[in-house]
């Protein structure tokens, strides 16, 4: 049987949303969409680093947490302290309590549970915090309770291997069967392509895949609508 494992944050919903909004209430309500999104997709890629960095024991998840708004703000000329930043860190985490999946990743889902598929998640981060978004987006609808996995429970994260290979062993599933779909290039195809899973990119924030890996995407998408055509002309 074959598994579709997702990845959460910018895979199934837009994650920028919450961070638009944030940004009008807290920084400055007047700039453009296109302002607030070269800001958001900064503290992203700052994120993906100072995650690497706390997962390390290297800094304090608060330091990550705050760190990757400070230090993307910074990159467009608008400086703020710790306090500020962490108020930033606490607002855009309530408004993730709103968050809602692309509707084209809900139709999917729905289609893919009449298939003879088996779907999962993994994903990166604080089992609170991730758990809390899971529960939002009401994943548990699709995809049963014990076929979540978070990082944050095994002390281990993407890109590393052994994380994908753990999940092989618990669901169980094979590698040649086990598709995974993910918006991070760095974290999920690397990781997925690692552990000999096939890796479907979920590119719509169009970046640019690392000219130095030796791994690419098996197949790269840049909508949810592209997305939702893929899986249901593949298993139709």
């Given at each position: 049987?074959?598994?579709?494992?997702?990845?959460?944050?910018?895979?199934?919903?837009?994650?920028?949303?919450?961070?638009?909004e944030t940004f009008k209430?807290?920084?400055?309500?007047?700039?453009?969409?296109?302002?607030?999104?070269?800001?958001?997709?900064?503290?992203?890629?700052?994120?993906?680093?100072?995650f690497d960095q706390s997962?390390?024991?290297?800094?304090?998840?608060?330091?990550?947490?705050?760190?990757?708004?400070?230090?993307?703000?910074?990159?467009?000329?608008?400086?703020?302290?710790?306090?500020?930043?962490?108020?930033?860190?606490?607002?855009?985490?309530?408004?993730?309590?709103?968050?809602?999946?692309?509707?084209?990743?809900?139709?999917?889902?729905?289609?893919?549970?009449?298939?003879?598929?088996?779907?999962?998640?993994?994903?990166?981060?604080?089992?609170?915090?991730?758990?809390?978004?899971?529960?939002?987006?009401?994943?548990?609808?699709?995809?049963?309770?014990?076929?979540?996995?978070?990082?944050?429970?095994?002390?281990?994260?993407?890109?590393?291997?052994?994380?994908?290979?753990?999940?092989?062993?618990?669901?169980?599933?094979?590698?040649?069967?086990?598709?995974?779909?993910?918006?991070?290039?760095?974290?999920?195809?690397?990781?997925?392509?690692?552990?000999?899973?096939?890796?479907?990119?979920?590119?719509?924030?169009?970046?640019?895949?690392?000219?130095?890996?030796?791994?690419?995407?098996?197949?790269?998408?840049?909508?949810?609508?592209?997305?939702?055509?893929?899986?249901?002309?593949?298993?139709?």
């Amino acid at each position: 049987m074959t598994t579709i494992i997702f990845d959460v944050d910018d895979t199934l919903y837009d994650q920028a949303l919450s961070f638009h909004e944030t940004f009008k209430q807290l920084i400055n309500d007047t700039y453009s969409y296109d302002q607030i999104d070269r800001i958001y997709r900064a503290s992203r890629n700052y994120s993906e680093t100072l995650f690497d960095q706390s997962e390390r024991g290297e800094i304090t998840v608060l330091d990550w947490q705050v760190g990757r708004y400070k230090l993307a703000l910074q990159d467009f000329g608008i400086d703020i302290d710790d306090d500020p930043a962490l108020e930033f860190h606490k607002q855009y985490k309530r408004a993730q309590g709103k968050i809602t999946l692309f509707p084209e990743v809900e139709t999917l889902l729905d289609y893919l549970k009449t298939k003879d598929v088996t779907l999962a998640i993994l994903t990166n981060g604080e089992v609170a915090h991730q758990s809390m978004k899971i529960d939002q987006l009401q994943l548990e609808k699709w995809i049963p309770k014990e076929n979540t996995f978070i990082s944050g429970t095994y002390g281990i994260a993407k890109p590393n291997p052994e994380i994908f290979h753990i999940i092989e062993n618990k669901l169980p599933t094979q590698p040649a069967s086990t598709i995974y779909v993910g918006d991070s290039f760095e974290k999920d195809i690397i990781g997925a392509k690692q552990a000999g899973w096939e890796a479907v990119w979920m590119n719509h924030r169009l970046r640019q895949a690392n000219p130095m890996s030796p791994y690419t995407a098996d197949k790269e998408i840049i909508s949810a609508e592209a997305l939702y055509h893929y899986f249901t002309q593949r298993f139709n």
